[in-house]
């Protein structure tokens, strides 16, 4: 019996080409919908805010267009100046201050081995679930004149150094940061935990019989081996440091004068008490490309040292 010829598809290729098209834009199907949401309430409204910062508006009458002039005020104006300067002050107690306490005090509580690690990791991690607002009047009475740290310091004979810690034009700036490096401690030292909890303990019995003591252990085996949770703590910590708000609003408003002012509080009062709308989106877009480029050049440098 001789055989069929065979029917030609002459739609084969047609049908593996729109296959192959249907598989590309398969992914881009499934982040479809999380993109749109990430567009609508993040990009949108920071391409709002950029249009904004190029006009003179105070949120009622027509817009004047002024282009850069809003970003050169940045500059010019002393205030804003400070403002910025005390966010990179803010740094050093949101970030510096607790990443070191937090390091040192994980590495002790590892190395001893704490009976009760778990109820400690829950207390030192209260401050984060704790709200800023009941945080800031909390110490806000502890700051006062007639508050609980003036109390101790008359207590022991030191009432010299008794001030009113928050209208002080000197100590106000510490006191405030003071409470920011107290709640990202317990970030910074549970992040940190986690970390060398995954330490193999045979790095530590090998360095013993090297005679390696506690500071030695600390420096080449504990620090090393973190590298990547403390990349993480310093870039929430940065990151909260230079947005903070609701801790300058409810303790000093940014006085005394404008010796505790920030560019997140400088955005509130221009947007909503000067009506500055323009200079206020102006001071958000600079304060997110300072916290993007602070960022990067963090996770650059711990790429670069791994």
């Known amino acids: 019996m001789p055989a069929l010829p065979r029917a030609s598809n002459t739609t084969g290729a047609p049908r593996n080409s729109s296959g192959r098209q249907g598989r590309r834009l398969t992914p881009y199907l499934f982040i479809a919908p999380a993109f749109i949401i990430y567009a609508a309430f993040m990009l949108y409204p920071l391409a709002r805010s950029v249009h904004l910062s190029l006009f003179a508006w105070d949120g009622l009458?027509?817009?004047?267009?002024?282009?850069?002039?809003?970003?050169?005020?940045?500059?010019?104006?002393?205030?804003?100046?400070?403002?910025?300067?005390?966010?990179?002050?803010?740094?050093?107690?949101?970030?510096?201050?607790?990443?070191?306490?937090?390091?040192?005090?994980?590495?002790?509580?590892?190395?001893?081995?704490?009976?009760?690690?778990?109820?400690?990791?829950?207390?030192?991690?209260?401050?984060?679930?704790?709200?800023?607002?009941?945080?800031?009047?909390?110490?806000?009475?502890?700051?006062?004149?007639?508050?609980?740290?003036?109390?101790?310091?008359?207590?022991?004979?030191?009432?010299?150094?008794?001030?009113?810690?928050?209208?002080?034009?000197?100590?106000?700036?510490p006191a405030v940061g003071l409470i920011g490096s107290w709640v990202s401690t317990g970030l910074v030292t549970v992040l940190l935990l986690a970390g060398m909890a995954k330490i193999p303990t045979e790095l530590f019995e090998a360095a013993r019989l090297d005679g390696a003591g506690p500071v030695r252990e600390f420096f080449a085996i504990i620090v090393p081996a973190v590298r990547a949770e403390l990349t993480v703590a310093l870039t929430l910590t940065i990151v909260a440091s230079l947005k903070t708000f609701d801790l300058i609003y409810m303790t000093t408003s940014g006085g005394p004068g404008s010796s505790t002012t920030v560019p997140s509080y400088e955005v509130y009062r221009r947007a909503f008490e000067t009506g500055q709308v323009g200079s206020a989106a102006a001071i958000g877009v600079m304060l997110t490309l300072i916290i993007f480029l602070i960022t990067l050049a963090v996770n650059r440098i711990s790429e670069r040292a791994q």
Not at 75 to 84: E, M
Not at 136 to 155: E, H, T, W
């Open 61 to 173: 009458s027509l817009a004047t267009f002024v282009g850069a002039g809003n970003y050169t005020e940045i500059f010019a104006d002393a205030r804003l100046r400070a403002a910025f300067g005390h966010a990179l002050v803010f740094i050093f107690f949101y970030a510096v201050l607790p990443c070191g306490i937090g390091l040192v005090l994980a590495a002790v509580l590892t190395r001893a081995q704490a009976r009760a690690l778990a109820l400690f990791r829950t207390l030192v991690f209260l401050p984060q679930v704790i709200a800023m607002v009941v945080v800031s009047v909390a110490f806000k009475q502890i700051y006062a004149p007639d508050g609980l740290l003036n109390s101790m310091l008359r207590s022991i004979g030191l009432d010299a150094l008794t001030r009113p810690w928050l209208g002080d034009y000197v100590f106000s700036l």
